[in-house]
């Protein structure tokens, strides 16, 4: 059984005695409001499903109405089908500010038959260059997979249907920024990206074979509302309701590391802590630290 279904069966009662964590499940009329592009978007099965709709005029996307500091958010989503290249498909965190912070999955389109690719990063006080990407082990349009980002004082874990892909640990005590301060939303797009997304901006959106559409299901953030700065501390603390606060969530399990040796040595087509020539051999310092 995969960790995040194992979450939903031993804490539901945790969340119910806490005072700051909050449950918002798959109601996207509810727990989420359309940041652009509402006419390109289509709400149905009672705000349980959504329809990202990307065409010549306009992409789309959603924001949820709360702020968050730390928990597990997550969601199922079906990428475009076909020629999808040129598009991307964006899952992520982020507050806002020029000092922001940000926590990205987006899935860049390819032409039919090629696969998807997972761009994953981190920002810190507005800076990121800490991209690792990945092509996937399914056909990600062919069926709904869960995509959820876990996010607490000592790491951020990626995992696609329960199966870590990335991690990024806090080594703020060596002067590394980390996402600890900053309310964030979950928000979702979908997007023209072909002046970057496939081979570098050389593979352009077929628009005859228009609109391009993204299907979202079963969105829900377990996770501490933000309620101004003291949040900061509520949050963080290792209370019973902070669940992702605990010791058991400060690393990966022994099986979870293996997962994620399998996933890295056999997916991962690109790590920014292995690109010596990007950073002209001055590596960041978090390549040289564990991360799980």
């Known amino acids: 059984m995969s960790m995040m279904k194992l979450l939903g069966l031993f804490f539901p009662l945790i969340f119910l ?11 996207f009329y509810k727990s989420t409001s359309f940041n652009w592009g509402a006419h390109h978007s289509v709400i149905s099965n009672n705000g349980n499903d959504l329809q990202l709709v990307l065409d010549r005029t306009s992409g789309s996307g959603i924001q949820t109405k709360k702020q968050f500091l730390f928990g597990s958010v ?13 598009t991307v498909t964006a899952y992520y965190l982020s507050s806002k500010g020029s000092r922001h912070d940000e926590i990205d999955f987006e899935f860049l389109g390819n032409v039919t038959g090629q696969p998807y690719v997972i761009h994953t990063n981190v920002y810190t006080q507005g800076n990121g ?20 980002i876990h996010w607490n004082p ?35 797009s979908l997007w023209n990206a072909d002046n970057w997304a496939t081979r570098g901006g050389l593979v352009k959106i077929d628009w005859n074979i228009a609109p391009f559409i993204a299907r979202l299901r079963q969105f829900r953030a ?49 790590d920014y802590c292995k690109d010596y020539k990007r950073f002209n051999w001055n590596m960041p310092q978090e390549c040289s630290r564990q991360q799980f």
């Not at 997550?74 to 040129?86: D, L, T, W």
């Not at 260059?129 to 959820?148: I, K, M, V």
């Not at 003291?230 to 902070?242: E, K, P, W």
């Open 222 to 270: 377990r996770a501490c509302k933000w309620n101004g700065l003291t949040s900061i501390g509520l949050c963080a603390s290792n209370s019973i309701g902070n669940w992702w606060s605990s010791p058991s969530y400060s690393k990966l399990t022994y099986a979870q590391q293996g997962q994620l040796k399998w996933v890295q040595d056999n997916y991962m087509i690109y």
């Open 154 to 188: 000592t790491q951020i874990v990626w995992f696609i249907d329960g199966l870590p892909i990335r991690v990024f640990r806090n080594y703020e005590s060596i002067g590394i920024p980390y996402p600890n301060k900053q309310a964030m939303r979950a928000y979702s």
């Open 74 to 86: 997550e969601i199922q989503i079906k990428f475009v089908p076909g020629n999808s290249a040129g």
């Open 129 to 148: 260059s800490r991209e690792q990407q990945f092509y996937l082990w399914f056909d990600p349009t062919a069926d709904f997979h869960n995509y959820t």
């Open 17 to 27: 005695i806490s005072s700051n964590p909050i449950v918002v499940n798959a109601n």
